[in-house]
């Protein structure tokens, strides 16, 4: 039999043993065959299959009887987790067919054995100047380094802060290299790569498969098989894989690193100035897109600190070896470190017309953003030469092919109906009685609204927002005015955050653009989604403003409403995530229904769910389905 045949059968013989297994799922099986012939035939398929799907098995099983090496990119460690710890092991178990597959993250999740020598024998002289370390929670990392095996730091039982994990951890930026680390033999790191080079199926997140993508030196062993899952965000990590960000902290970073290291003073206080000045020249350009030459103050900051960045590398260099191993491998950490951000710095003034700079602010910091314009011509030769390539997600805009470089003639797409019944679980709610958002008024009649219709509800919503402003204004009105519980993004971490919102059906959860996708909540704690807004990105954005520059007038269409028409259809996505699910999604924004010229590009993204715009209708149904969920639960 062919791949195609044995996959198909695979199939059946695994859904049947799965927990709820044994139920028709049409599409799952379309997009089954079409990835065996894609592995079969060395080509790309492009899968966009609706929620329910059941996409990963699809796309496992015939990988995994390929008998081919294969990488899975996944834009979340939920997914992440799901394929590694549930749906592999589940395959295992049932397929006759051996394989082995490996988890591999970027160096900086796994805890530092080298570090943590460091921190045994001179703790002030590791921590190289780094402030907000906690005490107890380093005794506690340090105690993980000798227990672990994996030295994941997914594996803690805490969360340290930032400030303390990056004490005990390290950066591709600086790290050395087994080769020419003293703890390379037994670094968790290079431990996770052993695992990988050994495996099967490798299982990674996306950004560190852009990271190896962009890598002078592979981080993945080879293969012929990749899968990119959620691959409506590939556009956006490749932009992030193959551009760069300096800021003055990094080169405070990076005095502090050689503090200890070199005897010259002041060579480290030129080194801090040079950072000073640096945040001090791109602080008035926040928000400003550079012209192609550059900004001439921010050239001349850059060639100062390029200077004496060289400066200091050569001295390390110079450094004689062998008479304390902890200090040869900061001094190795710290040559590293240096020669990496050199070369970034000397990228960032060697820009031509396909790359745009622009200074944001991040962290409290001004930051230089440099990023190509067009992804196509650095990933499509990267990536979809000479193996086969699964892109899929429950959303993929109709010009994804071109956005990321494939080749019309080398690729199939299929697009693969949700087994859900949309029409009889869900409503769709345009709220045409509001203003549009440019009125004075939207602000408040809108947040009135939204108290009517969580009210209506007994709370169960995911209150999506395009802002934080607007989310923040929301949260206080709601808290004077409804009656209900709220949480909104501030008040906890992601996690905790889903895991509270799930548990209380009467709480509402009130987030912005990053709670629009990843976010699972079946069941009846959640029976209403709504959006504040459509989603389009702000005009002033410094890398699409250059982007919508160079499309001319078809500007909005191939930029503009594509992102905006994938990223409602995730947001809306959150409502319907099981087969017993019933809900509404309320867009409180009114040109979803009369903005003629792009209105059914948005609508139909989206999955075909009864639409209305009749108030009373949607009222009516929010309290029939709180009035059901509070019966069923005695």
Known sequence: MTLVDDAAEALAHVAAALPHGGEDRPGQVEMLRAVAESIQSGSTLIAQAGTGTGKSLAYLIPTVLS????????????????????????????????????????????ICRQRINEIANDSQMSLEGTSGVDDNDLERLVEFSDTSEVGDRAELSFEPSDATWSAVSVTSRECPGRARCPSGPTCFAEHA?????????????????????????????????????????????????????????????????????????????????????????????????????????????????????????????????????????????????????????????????????????????????????????????????????????????????????????????????????????????????????????????????????????????????TSWRMMDAAAEYLQDNLGLPILTQRDLPKPALVEAFAAAPEVSLLATLGFWQGIDVPGPALSLVTIDRLP??????????????????????????????????????RLIRSTTDRGVVAVLDPRLSTKKSYRWELINALPPFTRTSDREQVLTRLRELDTAAKASNG
Not at 84 to 98: D, F, I, T, V
Not at 292 to 311: E, S, W, Y
Not at 548 to 560: K, P, S, V
Request: net charge negative; hydrophobic share 40%.
């Open 67 to 110: 008998g081919k090496r294969a990488v899975i990119a996944t834009a979340t460690k939920a997914l992440q987790d799901q394929i590694a710890a549930s749906e592999l092991p589940h395959l295992r178990s049932q397929l006759e067919h051996p394989f082995t597959w490996a988890v591999l993250k970027g160096r900086s999740n796994y």
């Open 193 to 465: 790569r052993d695992r990988a080079n050994a495996a099967d199926v490798i299982i990674v997140n996306t950004h560190l498969l852009g990271i190896d993508l962009m890598a002078d030196s592979s981080i993945l062993p080879e293969h012929e098989i990749v899968v990119i899952d959620e691959a409506h965000q590939l556009q956006e990590i490749a932009t992030n894989s193959f551009g760069a960000t300096i800021t003055g902290a990094r080169l405070r970073w990076f005095a502090r690193s050689v503090e200890r290291i070199l005897v010259d003073g002041k060579a480290v206080d030129r080194l801090r100035d040079a950072g000073d000045d640096l945040t001090d020249v791109l602080a008035p350009l926040v928000g400003e897109r550079l012209p192609i030459t550059g900004d001439a103050g921010v050239q001349a900051m850059l060639t100062v600190a390029r200077q004496r960045i060289n400066d200091t590398v050569e001295e390390l260099r110079k450094l004689p070896k062998g008479k304390n191993v902890d200090a040869d491998a900061r001094a190795s950490r710290a040559l590293q470190a240096g020669t990496t951000l050199l070369s970034e710095l000397i990228g960032a003034q060697a820009l031509d017309e396909n790359y745009v700079s622009w200074v944001e602010r991040g962290n409290g910091e001004p930051t230089l953003q440099v990023a190509p314009l067009d992804v196509s011509e650095l990933l499509g030769p990267a990536l979809f030469d000479e193996r086969a390539i699964i892109l899929t997600s429950a959303t993929l805009a109709p010009n994804i092919a071109q956005t990321l470089g494939v080749a019309e003639a080398d690729h199939q797409r299929i697009d693969v109906e949700s087994p859900f019944d949309y029409p009889t679980n869900g409503l769709l709610y345009c709220a045409t009685g509001l203003p549009e958002p440019r009125s004075t008024t939207y602000d408040d009649l809108m947040v009135e609204h939204l108290c009517e219709l969580i009210t209506a509800a007994g709370g169960r919503t995911l209150a999506l927002f």
């Open 536 to 573: 389009f990105p702000r005009p002033d954005d410094p890398l699409l403003s250059a982007r919508r520059d160079l499309a001319g007038r078809t500007a909005f269409r191939d930029i503009d409403l594509p992102r905006a028409s994938t990223l409602l259809a995730q947001g809306v996505g």
